[in-house]
């Protein structure tokens, strides 16, 4: 089954999923953004999509309406659409409740949720990317199936309620720990060390928690309760108490952990 559908955004996932929705042999009619410009640059990556600044889509031909843009967004704009008659909105955010699309002019709502970190300048492949599905209505949701199924084998069913954890959790697993990497590349750049020599470690890291599980994956001074090492690491620190904190704080929970 191949959906006509209107995207709303011109963010990271908007930059990628209109041009994969139209590669699985769907029609993206039109592309919405504040900012014209941004909406008109999207389209240069489509067919025959039109770029538009207003939320009047009463004369539009999609049955689908994806809205791809901040959380804090999803409420003005749902409220604020003008959409057509059995039309179908919704939203791609991992935190923010099906609720939030009730006030809206759709005859139907639900949830659209690509479970994947998004940015412009790498390429994702779709069929590695699991899709977050919900409604209220059977067959806006046998649709949302099909709409992901064209673009990636793994789609779960998942309740708001349950969807806040599973984004906690992301957030925890990819936000979290390229915040962490920073801060590694950071302290190898104030010593003037090259940041290319830890690279096989942290290969070897994620490697080995995805093959053994995060637990028995754990390693370092905190799990051998090496309080001699960690405070020598802690005054290292001492030059950001911040980061000093953040060091303390973490090996203090691997401790009580294990």
Same mark, same amino acid.
């Given at each position: ?5 209107? *995207?709303?955004?011109?963010?990271? $996932? =908007?930059?990628?999923?209109? !041009? ?11 592309? @919405? ?13 489509? @067919? ?7 939320? /009047? ?6 049955? *689908? @309406?994806?809205? =791809? ?9 749902? /409220? ?49 990317? !699991?899709?977050? #599905? ?33 984004? $906690? ?24 060390? /090259?940041? +290319?020599? #830890? ?11 995805? +093959? ?8 370092? !001074? ?35 952990? @294990?």
């Amino acid at each position: 089954m191949k959906f006509k559908i209107a *995207i709303l955004g011109t963010g990271n $996932v =908007a930059w990628h999923l209109a !041009p994969a929705l139209e590669e699985a042999g769907h029609t993206v009619t039109e592309i @919405y953004g504040r900012n014209l410009a941004k909406a008109v640059e999207l389209t240069k990556k489509l @067919y025959t999509t039109e770029a538009q600044d207003s939320l /009047d889509f009463s004369e539009s031909e999609a049955e *689908i @309406y994806i809205l =791809a843009v901040s959380d804090q967004a999803i409420s003005e704009l749902a /409220d604020a659409l003008i959409l057509p008659e059995e039309s179908i909105l919704v939203h791609t955010s991992g935190s923010v409740s099906m609720d939030m699309l009730g006030y809206s002019s759709a005859s139907y709502t639900g949830i659209f949720y690509p479970l994947q970190s998004f940015t412009k300048e790498r390429e994702i492949d779709f069929t590695e990317v !699991p899709f977050l #599905l919900e409604s209220d209505d059977q067959q806006t949701l046998l649709k949302l199936k099909k709409l992901a199924n064209s673009l990636s084998p793994l789609q779960y069913v998942v309740k708001s309620k349950d969807r806040m954890a599973l984004h $906690v959790a992301a957030v925890f697993a990819s936000n979290f720990s390229n915040h962490m990497l920073r801060l590694a590349e950071e302290i190898m750049h104030r010593k003037g060390l /090259d940041y +290319e020599m #830890l690279k096989p470690l942290i290969i070897e890291t994620i490697s080995k928690s995805l +093959e053994l599980g995060a637990k028995k994956a754990q390693t370092g !001074p905190a799990l051998r309760s090496d309080l001699n090492t960690l405070e020598l690491h802690h005054q290292f620190l001492n030059y950001n108490e911040q980061v000093a904190e953040i060091y303390r704080l973490i090996s203090q929970d691997i401790i009580d952990s @294990y």
